[in-house]
């Protein structure tokens, strides 16, 4: 009887580390692929010199990239009104005069729907100074 009780303890144990495991890659995995999308992002944003939400040519080549990236975060609210926010992506910043510098967000999910856990958790990006 000892043994069997062993031997099941065990078998939850290693259970429990691969649970983990498996949790730690998964993450780091997503957040593999929201830093890639945000630093593609912000090439595209200053090769093309972004100049603001009316720029709708950048933000048609952005959309497409987001689409066949197939990076998709639900549950993201943008401070400002941004038409990206449908993918999980928020653009921000400032235009005046001559300069503009820009700052993008995307997000990591992470769903724990047995506990009623919902997180987005933040990666920032800052493009360089644009100067017209």
Not at 23 to 51: C, G, H, P, T, W
Request: one cysteine or more; proline letters at 3%; hydrophobic letters at 45%.
């Amino acid at each position: 009887m000892r043994e069997s009780f062993g031997g099941a303890f065990m078998i939850k144990l290693v259970l429990v580390f691969i649970i983990i495991y498996v949790s730690f890659m998964a993450v780091a995995v997503n957040y593999a692929k929201a830093f890639r999308v945000k630093n593609q992002i912000i090439n595209i944003l200053e090769q093309n010199q972004y100049s603001g939400p009316g720029d709708s040519k950048t933000l048609n080549l952005v959309e497409r990239y987001l689409a066949s990236a197939h990076y998709h975060v639900d549950g993201v609210t943008c401070p400002s009104d941004n038409s990206l926010a449908a993918y999980g992506v928020c653009i921000e910043g400032a235009s005046g005069g001559s300069m503009a510098h820009y700052m993008v967000y995307t997000y990591i999910s992470i769903d724990f729907p047995f506990f009623g856990i919902r997180m987005r958790l933040p990666i920032r990006g800052e493009t360089k100074t644009f100067v017209y």
